[in-house]
């Protein structure tokens, strides 16, 4: 990796000269407000922790870092009154990038209302986790607004080097270490892939600009090389977003990694690394990478929900429902750009609203330990604490995608992407495994309401801040299930003008009957 | 409020009042009779406002009334478009009858859980009248699923011994079923731009739809698999009888009276509405499964030693005439079907429900536990002759009108189709009276069953409003059938043309 980060320093020394070498003006600034104000407020956290006693010091430390998070809100509200280019054409701002500020910085700051509890009971003393978690969504932010290959490698290393520190924060878990342990190697390996499919893009087309690739690979004929190219940086993106086959890690990873993080893994650096593939799938519009990604989506959806079907402890069956999930999200990439972009982006939305609620549910249980995490744990849930399971059940239902949550319209978009694509099969694929993930999410609410409990599971009740961050999931959850308008009309503002950029010359059906020719 | 106001938002009232009851009873304190009181109220509530819709119902006119059209969402362009006819009229008005005796059956019946259980009652009454009232194929969607949560969890968690296996395997069913719908619904909006019904249909009939011939076969069915599954169709029907077994009384009777119509419903609606060119093609099978069902239905009826799983299977072969009805594409038949799937409401509903009478008293639905209950239970006796005799096709009671309708249709459409249905009346009459004698004849056989009593208050009034349905519907159908028969009128006038088309070719 340090050989990765010194050939990107390279690259960047070699064409610097041809962008124009005045300074960054101040409305540069202000595109990229939001970073500057989370490495801010990670920065005050880092300092403050060796300050503050380490048994009392915890709490001031997430509240400054939450209070981040909504001065980080703040800041992406001015962020998206400055739309346009910044840093040589860098960073890119539009609705696009805006929606993503707001998803990942929003995600971060329910984490961190659920995690206060988590730290206390798990004994967990450090104030790192809370700075890690910020500089982790300063790196995914960059992700989705960076248009620069090599910028786009370093917003995806800072995001993916405080998830695998994150992952490891159970110290005295041998299952974290290894987590930690597996995600890092296993990571660092696939944004290798990455780097590499940079390097080779940038043999192919001569640039880094993701603009540039695509006017070039528009202009003239698609070099062979460009191909391997876009297999490489699908390879690093699709480990990112556990997409099968580079899901192997997803199991393993969940289980062992707190729980809080887990939520925050499986939603914002897959977000963020979902808006990357966007960008590069739309732009470099190559017919090659239709078939990988529809191989790749209808791959994730059935091995994700066979494996989930025989799980029993929570945090793999959710892990396994992740990689689902991941697949249904990229049916949406191989259908038609405009429909396809909007749909995945109000996916992620939806997704991050029910699997972090999940999520933080499942780490309030778990308690001391990570103790309780198998089915048989959540057995008469429904009787002994009923307002906590009927959450949790909401959650569950919007994983199915049954109406009224947001789950439901998220699947409804994406498989209304494909067909109106022509992906007919793709599409029944989905569905079918829709209709038999069905089976496992229904297994945890079976538990918590159909069976007595056959031993004692101490249920504390909810601090007040963890109510809130669930509170903030069950409004968004129902809320995009019942009002889906307004996200989904945002959503498809920032596709449209993503499109339009990306595919400069070509009307936007042409894709469409590209696709549905082949089939 | 002036009638006309009232029109135009009664159906959003019907629909939307027993959820709403739900909801305000979620914060009521857990005192169990005041919530059983509260359920009472607001179903009977919404059955007295849903008597609207047939008294200013215009009978003479076809097409949908009562409509409302607003924008829901604006892209994909989804509406809340809702409507009766004719034929869902009688639907909305079988759930809102049947769900207030369905809380005064469950009223000493569920003692745990209470709230828990009138609230999904509550939910599920309304998106069973969702589903009859929508007119926007992704509204219709919309409550189909939403049926699904609240009928497994009644069965999951009030039902007997098997209740989780029956309550998932029911869940997996439907929705497993329904997923193909919904990949036909995506293709219908793909390519008209349209959710609503009514566009739709004209759209596909005056040919406007690109590439909808070579897609026409496998939406058809699309929707047909998941109507098929919920009717169920022989060989769907497996969840029915676990189903139905496992189920608490009220969740039975929403389940045989109103949740199985919504498959026929939707067969009716959508395939026939918005394919008719492949319903004519496929009808051949289509009617040979429906008379496997009604005569498979009603042979393993006959061997059941279990009152409940008998009347299940009679459910089965009761709901394989109503699919011969609608395929035979004729005036009668498909008055018949509806007529059927409105006497099947009333009167299965009432026989899970003295079903379930019984097992509140002796806790079995074993048939050889029982034997010459007529003596300590006179009057419950009675009143379960006159449902089985309903049930059984007796003229003067409801299931006969029915039943002849169909039969009529089907010799017209083909003799054989008649004949062969016409066994299963036959059929029926033995299941359901060797039933009886084996229950209410003869000496007491278990002496326990000389101290059971006999039918209590609240039961008389689930019971007799049932029978009396039952004496009214067989001696006075054209009440009901004045409004389904323009409907189906209107329903029809697509296969006139096919016709014409075909012998034109």
């Known amino acids: ?519 | 409020m002036r009638t006309d106001d009232l029109s135009s938002i009664i159906l959003t009232l019907v629909t939307f009042m027993p959820l709403a009851g739900g909801l305000l009873l979620m914060l009521l304190p857990r005192r169990d009779r005041d919530i059983r009181i509260f359920a009472l109220v607001v179903s009977l509530l919404t059955f007295v406002l849903s008597l609207h819709l047939p008294v200013y119902f215009h009978r003479a006119r076809a097409g949908f009334q009562y409509e409302i059209d607003r924008q829901w969402v604006s892209t994909p362009n989804i509406h809340y478009h809702m409507g009766v006819d004719g034929i869902s009229l009688w639907l909305v008005l079988l759930t809102t009858f049947l769900t207030p005796l369905c809380v005064l059956i469950s009223w000493k019946s569920i003692h745990e859980r209470v709230k828990e259980f009138f609230i999904l009652l509550l939910i599920l009454e309304t998106a069973l009248i969702g589903v009859f009232t929508s007119l926007d194929l992704f509204l219709f969607y919309f409550f189909w699923e939403a049926t699904l949560i609240p009928m497994a969890l009644l069965i999951g968690i009030f039902g007997h011994e098997r209740k989780v296996y029956a309550a998932i395997k029911f869940f997996m069913y439907t929705m497993i079923g329904s997923v193909f719908m919904l990949a036909a619904i995506l293709w219908l909006y793909a390519h008209t731009g349209s959710f609503d019904f009514v566009t739709i249909r004209d759209r596909i009939a005056s040919g406007a739809v690109p590439k909808f011939p070579a897609a026409a076969q496998l939406l058809f069915l699309g929707f047909f698999l998941a109507f098929a599954v919920k009717v169920p169709l022989f060989p769907f029907h497996t969840w029915l009888p676990d189903a139905h077994v496992e189920a608490p009384t009220a969740g039975s009777v929403l389940l045989a009276a109103v949740l199985l119509k919504m498959g026929t419903y939707g067969m009716l609606r959508f395939n026939l509405g918005l394919f008719p060119e492949q319903s004519r093609q496929n009808a051949w099978w289509v009617m040979t499964l429906a008379l496997i069902g009604i005569i498979y239905g009603a042979l393993v009826a006959m061997v059941q030693p279990n009152m409940k799983k008998l009347i299940a299977y009679s459910s089965v072969s009761h709901l394989g005439f109503v699919v011969l009805g609608i395929f035979s594409f004729t005036q009668a038949g498909l008055n018949g079907a509806l007529f059927v799937m409105l006497a099947h409401g009333i009167s299965t509903g009432a026989l899970f429900m003295l079903a379930g009478i019984l097992h509140e008293r002796r806790h079995t639905y074993e048939i050889s536990e029982f034997g010459g209950l007529a003596s300590p239970m006179p009057v419950y006796a009675a009143s379960y002759l006159v449902i089985v005799l309903a049930s059984a096709g007796l003229p003067l009671l409801n299931g006969f009108i029915g039943e002849f309708l169909v039969l009529s249709g089907a010799f017209q459409a083909k003799a054989v189709y008649g004949i062969l249905g016409a066994t299963g009346i036959i059929w029926s009459a033995v299941y359901l009276l060797w039933m009886y004698q084996r229950v209410f004849y003869g000496k007491v056989t278990h002496p326990v069953n000389n101290s059971v009593s006999d039918l209590s208050g609240f039961e008389k009034m689930a019971i007799w409003p049932c029978a009396a349905a039952a004496l009214v519907m067989g001696v006075a159908p054209i009440l009901w059938l004045g409004a389904i028969d323009p409907a189906v009128r209107a329903a029809l006038r697509p296969f006139a043309q096919v016709v014409s088309k075909l012998v034109g070719q």
């Not at chain 1, 959503?491 to 990306?502: I, M, P």
Request: glycine share 8%.
């Open chain 1, 1 to 519: 990796m340090i050989a990765g980060t010194s050939m990107a320093g390279m690259m960047i020394a070699t064409f610097a000269p041809a962008f124009s070498p005045t300074l960054p003006l101040g409305a540069d600034y202000v595109r990229i407000l939001p970073e500057i104000v989370l490495s801010g407020f990670g920065m005050i956290v880092m300092l403050l922790e060796p300050l503050l006693d380490e048994a009392t010091g915890q709490k001031p430390l997430g509240r400054i870092a939450l209070v981040g998070t909504l001065a980080g809100l703040a800041a992406t509200w001015f962020m998206a009154q400055a739309p346009g280019l910044a840093f040589w054409n860098m960073v890119q701002v539009d609705k696009f990038s805006v929606f993503l500020h707001v998803l990942v910085i929003a995600i971060a700051a329910v984490v961190i209302l659920s995690s206060y509890e988590y730290m206390a009971v798990q004994r967990i003393r450090a104030g790192e986790y809370y700075a890690l978690i910020l500089f982790g969504v300063v790196g995914m932010g960059l992700m989705s607004s960076a248009i620069e290959l090599v910028l786009i490698f370093i917003a995806l290393e800072i995001s993916s080097i405080s998830s695998y520190v994150l992952a490891g924060f159970r110290r005295h878990e041998a299952a974290s270490a290894e987590s930690s342990l597996k995600y890092f190697l296993l990571g660092s390996f696939a944004t290798a892939f990455f780097l590499y499919g940079v390097a080779l893009m940038f043999g192919a087309t001569g640039s880094t600009n993701i603009g540039q690739i695509s006017g070039t690979l528009q202009a003239s004929a698609v070099p062979l090389l460009a191909y391997v190219a876009v297999a490489f940086l699908f390879v690093g993106l699709g480990f990112k977003v556990a997409a099968a086959p580079f899901h192997v890690w997803t199991p393993d990873v969940y289980e062992g990694a707190p729980a809080p993080i887990v939520g925050f893994m499986s939603t914002a650096p897959k977000a963020a690394a979902f808006a990357v593939l966007l960008r590069i799938v739309f732009v470099i519009n190559l017919h090659a990478v239709f078939w990988v990604i529809w191989v790749s989506a209808a791959l994730s959806m059935t091995l994700g929900n066979v494996g989930a079907l025989v799980q029993n402890n929570v945090k793999r069956l959710l892990a396994y429902s992740s990689i689902a999930h991941a697949g249904y999200l990229l049916v949406a990439f191989a259908a038609a750009p405009q429909l396809g972009t909007s749909a995945a982006m109000f996916y992620t939305a939806a997704y991050a609203a029910m699997n972090l609620g999940a999520f933080a549910i499942v780490s309030h249980f778990s308690n001391a330990g990570e103790r309780y995490v198998t089915l048989e744990d959540y057995e008469g849930l429904g009787r002994s604490s009923p307002l906590l399971a009927a959450t949790l059940t909401i959650f569950l239902l919007s994983l199915i995608g049954i109406p009224m949550t947001g789950g439901f319209f998220a699947k409804f978009y994406v498989f209304s992407a494909a067909v109106n694509a022509n992906l007919i099969w793709l599409t029944i694929i989905g569905v079918v495994n829709s209709g038999v993930g069905a089976y496992y999410y229904l297994r945890i609410i079976v538990m918590m309401y159909m069976r007595e409990a056959r031993k004692e599971v101490p249920v504390t009740p909810i601090p007040g801040a963890l109510s809130v961050a669930l509170a903030v999931c069950v409004a968004a959850t129902l809320y995009l299930g019942i009002f889906p308008g307004s996200v989904l009309e945002y959503a498809q503002d920032s596709a449209q003008q993503l499109v339009r950029r990306a595919l400069p010359k070509t009307p936007a059906s042409a894709p469409v009957s590209t696709v549905s020719s082949t089939l």
